[in-house]
């Protein structure tokens, strides 16, 4: 979350934001590659993302959403409709346990909801 939330906020390059966390940070093998596929796979995929992001939360332009929040809602519509390696409930639980560390009062409530919705739309079809 941190490494999208930089990028979003101050522009860095990703890949130098990525590799200056892992320097930082020690990772496990495990968690370096989770954090690499993850940032660069919401990265790669952005405009389709906040696609669904918009749909999903019609009231909230994007632009004038809490960064954080709109960084989860990256992360896990990613993990949930893209990428396939994390459970869907999983992704939605942790969206929303970051949402409460990190977010505002109203975030685990905002991020639940929009996660809710697009899961629902995936059980639809």
Not at 19 to 40: G, H, M
Request: net charge negative.
């Amino acid at each position: 979350m941190q490494i999208l939330c930089e990028v979003d906020c101050v522009r860095h390059e990703p890949d130098e934001v990525v590799e200056r966390r892992i320097a930082e940070e020690p990772f496990n093998a495990q968690s370096e590659t989770f954090l690499k596929d993850v940032s660069k796979g919401v990265l790669a995929n952005l405009g389709e993302i906040d696609n669904i992001i918009s749909e999903f939360a019609p009231s909230w332009p994007l632009n004038q959403m809490a960064i954080v929040d709109r960084n989860l809602l990256r992360i896990a519509v990613y993990e949930i409709v893209m990428w396939g390696a994390t459970p869907p409930k999983v992704a939605v639980n942790e969206a929303v346990e970051l949402a409460k560390a990190f977010g505002s009062e109203s975030s685990p409530k905002f991020v639940n909801g929009v996660l809710g919705s697009v899961m629902e739309s995936i059980t639809e079809k």
